[in-house]
């Protein structure tokens, strides 16, 4: 309601302009250029309306794709930080991270007694092998968690339960199934739950099948996995002491920086590090890699914008050919008019007017064609698509900045002509 | 004629005017000196190659001279800025063409309006009331709203007319202002310009037709870029007359 009456009353005000000051008065003029020459103005509106039209849908798609990948790293949860071992010098050799021992167990008692920031905290250790029941076997990874892995990591159980704390405690030979491994062990279905499956010939009971989780955006198959107690997997299976990382979760997404500086010095602490050791741990978090996802899709974006903007740019050479045109068809018409009092001045607003006119209706029919091509691209190509509110706003400025740029030449042209010759000119 | 009381309008001092054309350079005007007082009707004749053009264009201010000066109202002309010029032209001047040069697919009175619109003192209501008044002084009050190709010749040549005087100039320049035009509506124009010179106005109508001269209070006969001859009329034909005695034309 209030937009319509403000509408109204631009529109209004519009008005009046146009049919009482001499801007308005040249803007009557260059609608009235345009309208005499339809065909004309609509061709090399044509290039522009394309040009915005690729624009936007780029831009759209871009988006679109950011916000999808996005949305898939957020699924595998934003607040979770990684916490390796690593940068270890011996010598002046830096070490393999993986083969390193610097995470004990009392660093995850540390991370979780002491750290504010941090909500929940999991161990992990992991091994990879065949995996045996009857005369199916498939290769998958074993993962050795807490109970709070399946809050980090946002998994769900679809048949069964979670392995309990007690079998934690007791290093049970108990895990849980991922919906991969189970369809390949288990290829005719039936009751999955209770089963006992081989790996690295120790039998495990299955006691939960994992909810899928389909591929994650780098193209990994999230369910081929079995999670067991992490006691399990280290004094069963590997026999070791360490971990190979330490899976946290941050409060929130926002408290991750606060979390990483905490778990740094809780770990620096436990670890005996003098002020100007580095540390002998890396801590990754899930917000940056998205980071890290999200600049790539920009760029992506970024290349396919600069592309479509050159359509624009040969647009705006169109529109400067034609105003050319324009003006010397008109020659008698600017000779005329300034031999009745116009300036050079006033010769060229009325061409820049013009050029502006066109290529900024241009605009607004390109961002409507590319409005329905991100339409036409969501339900037939299942593209992802989402418009940013300021790349309308940006077309604008560009437009307009077009019809400024390409105008002037013709302009100047027009405000340069000899008021003698032009208006003699046939 | 007497001429101590009058009002010196344009007064033109040894004005020359050369163009570098190729190696040559050709004297357009080689020294116009004259002076047009408030209220003449003057006639500017002579051949193709006189000089007639370059003189109206000097005289409508859109050139300079090389040399001489020109002072429009007491105003020295060969010194002004392009801009300055276009400022004289808007408040000064009143152009008739020989081809009207009326804007095309526009009203009769939104053509008239035109020089007002580059007068930024003169509000949208007032240049409206000027331009219908004017298009009443030339006899087309009941064709406002008419756009320009929907006009005879006479009547857009009136349309011009009116667009000359809307500004109130001091001068009005007619360049061929009957050139296009066939007897008849020729001496229908020569009519309104009459009128107008009795009304007060300064006109000076350049032409090579020698009837017009006539009709004129002045003549001034240009040849190769000087003035052969500047004469007054002492016996002015009525053009109302000439008209009535036109037969009658033909359905």
């Given at each position: 309601m209030i937009f319509l009456i403000i509408t109204i009353i631009i529109a209004v005000a519009l008005y009046i302009v146009a049919r009482t000051t001499l801007l308005g008065m040249t803007f009557r003029v260059a609608v009235k250029a345009i309208a005499n020459n339809k065909g004309r103005s609509f061709l090399s509106m044509l290039g522009i309306i394309i040009g915005v039209a690729a624009v936007i849908v780029m831009m759209a798609i871009g988006q679109g794709s950011k916000e999808s990948v996005r949305q898939n790293i957020s699924q595998m949860g934003t607040n979770i930080i990684m916490v390796r071992p690593g940068a270890d010098m011996r010598g002046g050799v830096r070490q393999d991270p993986s083969s390193m021992q610097t995470l004990k167990m009392e660093d995850y008692e540390a991370i979780r007694d002491q750290a504010s920031y941090i909500m929940y905290t999991s161990p992990e250790v992991s091994s990879s092998g065949q995996v045996i029941y009857g005369a199916n076997n498939t290769n998958t990874s074993?993962?050795?968690?807490?109970?709070?892995?399946?809050?980090?990591?946002?998994w769900t159980i679809e048949e069964g339960t979670c392995f309990t704390e007690q079998d934690v405690q007791s290093a049970a030979k108990v895990c849980l199934i991922g919906q991969t491994v189970a369809k390949e062990l288990f290829p005719d279905g039936g009751e999955i739950v209770g089963k006992t499956i081989r790996f690295k010939s120790m039998p495990v009971r299955i006691v939960g099948v994992l909810k899928s989780k389909g591929y994650n955006s780098f193209g990994m198959d999230q369910d081929n996995l079995l999670i067991m107690p992490y006691t399990t997997v280290m004094k069963r299976l590997l026999a070791q002491t360490y971990f190979s990382s330490i899976n946290c979760s941050a409060l929130t997404e926002e408290m991750t920086d606060q979390a990483i500086d905490e778990l740094t010095t809780i770990l620096r602490n436990n670890h005996k590090l003098k002020a100007d050791a580095d540390d002998d741990f890396t801590i990754h978090s899930q917000a940056e890699m998205m980071e890290t996802m999200s600049s790539t899709m920009d760029s992506i974006t970024l290349i396919l914008v600069v592309a479509a903007a050159?359509?624009?740019?040969?647009?705006?050479?169109?529109?400067?050919n034609i105003m050319l045109v324009s003006v010397t068809e008109r020659t008698k018409e600017i000779g005329l008019r300034m031999s009745v009092g116009a300036r050079g001045l006033d010769i060229s607003i009325q061409f820049l007017i013009e050029s502006i006119l066109i290529s900024v209706t241009g605009g607004v029919l390109g961002i409507l064609v590319g409005f329905g091509l991100c339409q036409i691209a969501t339900s037939l190509f299942a593209l992802p698509t989402s418009i940013p509110g300021w790349s309308i706003i940006l077309s604008f400025a560009v437009c307009t900045l077009i019809g400024v740029l390409f105008g002037y030449i013709?302009?100047?042209?027009?405000?340069?002509?000899?008021?003698?010759?032009?208006i003699r000119y046939e | 004629m007497d001429t101590k009381d009058k009002k010196v309008v344009i007064e033109l001092q040894d004005v020359r005017r050369e163009f570098q054309v190729g190696d040559e350079v050709v004297k357009a005007l080689r020294g116009v000196s004259f002076k047009i007082y408030e209220g003449e009707f003057v006639t500017i004749q002579g051949t193709s190659g006189s000089g007639k053009s370059t003189l109206l264009n000097q005289l409508g201010c859109l050139d300079t001279p090389t040399s001489g000066e020109y002072l429009l109202d007491g105003v020295p002309v060969r010194t002004m800025t392009k801009n300055q010029r276009a400022k004289l032209r808007n408040r000064k001047i009143g152009f008739i063409f020989q081809n009207y040069n009326l804007l095309a697919k526009t009203t009769a009175v939104e053509n008239v309006e035109l020089p007002l619109m580059y007068n930024n003192k003169v509000k949208a209501q007032e240049r409206r009331e000027r331009a219908v008044k004017a298009l009443i002084e030339v006899g087309l009050g009941d064709r406002l709203e008419h756009k320009s190709n929907q006009m005879s010749g006479g009547q857009m040549q009136r349309v011009a007319i009116a667009r000359a005087l809307v500004n109130d100039p001091t001068i009005l320049l007619a360049d061929e202002a009957t050139g296009n035009l066939d007897t008849r509506t020729s001496f229908e124009m020569l009519v309104l310009f009459q009128k107008l010179h009795r009304e007060g106005h300064t006109i000076i109508f350049v032409t090579h037709n020698p009837e017009i001269a006539q009709y004129s209070s002045r003549n001034i006969f240009l040849r190769d870029g000087q003035i052969k001859s500047d004469t007054y009329n002492d016996n002015i034909l009525d053009a109302a007359t000439a008209l009535a005695a036109l037969p009658k034309p033909v359905d």
């Open positions: 074993v993962y050795g968690e807490s109970l709070e892995y399946m809050d980090i990591k946002q050159f359509s624009l740019l040969v647009a705006g050479i169109g529109i400067m013709p302009a100047k042209k027009a405000a340069n002509l000899d008021p003698i010759e032009a | -």
